[in-house]
Structures are given as structure tokens and as C-alpha cells.
Nanobody, 119 residues
């Protein structure tokens, strides 16, 4: 059994910062790509950022220069440092990871954490 547990969401004023964390636990043999997605009310879920096991990083154009994704492989954890937050960043942020318990990778999702940017 594998779980992804997120933390770090909350309410922040425009221009502020937040750091999200997502820790994987359980029967883990290997972790591939880890990433963050978000879904705002009435909108489709979209990729925010992802990092491969080799360290290759992809960002959505809307967050480039403001958000930084990183991972700590020793802790099976991925982080999302968000700065210069805007009201349009308000969404439920969910962690995603490709995790193998033995030889096959499966796609896992966290429960989501709310990020609200408002004055």
C-alpha cells in the first residue's frame, strides 16, 4: 500500500509565499516522476510542475519564475515552493507520483490541499 500525504496549503495574501510538501510512504521500491497539479473551481486539472527521477523539470508557463519544484529522494518527498502568489493561483493542489512497489510503476495521487490567495 502506497500513500501520498500533502501538507502546507492555506490562505495567503497576493504576493505571498507558501511551500507545499508531499511525502510518499508504504511499500516503495522506486519512484519515478513526481509532480504537482492543481484544479480551480470550474476548471480542468492542470499540471503545475513535475520532476523526473533524473532531475528534469517541467513548469507550466503560468508559474515559471515564481514556483520551484524539488525532491528529496532520501525522504521520498517532493516540494513546491510558491512565491509571488496571485489570486489566479487559488486552487486545490494535488501531488502525483509514479511509484513501483515491485517491478511495475503505478500512478498515485494525494488527497489535495487547498491554496487560497486573497486579500
Amino acid at each position: 500500500q502506497v500513500q501520498l500525504v500533502e501538507s502546507g496549503g492555506g490562505l495567503v495574501q497576493p504576493g505571498g509565499s507558501l511551500r507545499l510538501s508531499c511525502a510518499a510512504s508504504g511499500s516503495i521500491f522506486s519512484i519515478g516522476t513526481m509532480g504537482w497539479y492543481r484544479q480551480a473551481p470550474g476548471k480542468e486539472r492542470e499540471l503545475v510542475a513535475r520532476v523526473t527521477s533524473g532531475g528534469d523539470i517541467t513548469y507550466a508557463d503560468s508559474v515559471k519564475g515564481r514556483f520551484t519544484i524539488s525532491r528529496d529522494n532520501a525522504k521520498n518527498t517532493v516540494y513546491l515552493q510558491m512565491t509571488s502568489l496571485k489570486p489566479e493561483d487559488t486552487a486545490v493542489y494535488s501531488c502525483n507520483a509514479d511509484i513501483a512497489s515491485r517491478w511495475t510503476y503505478h500512478d498515485y495521487w494525494g488527497q489535495g490541499t487547498q491554496v487560497t490567495v486573497s486579500s
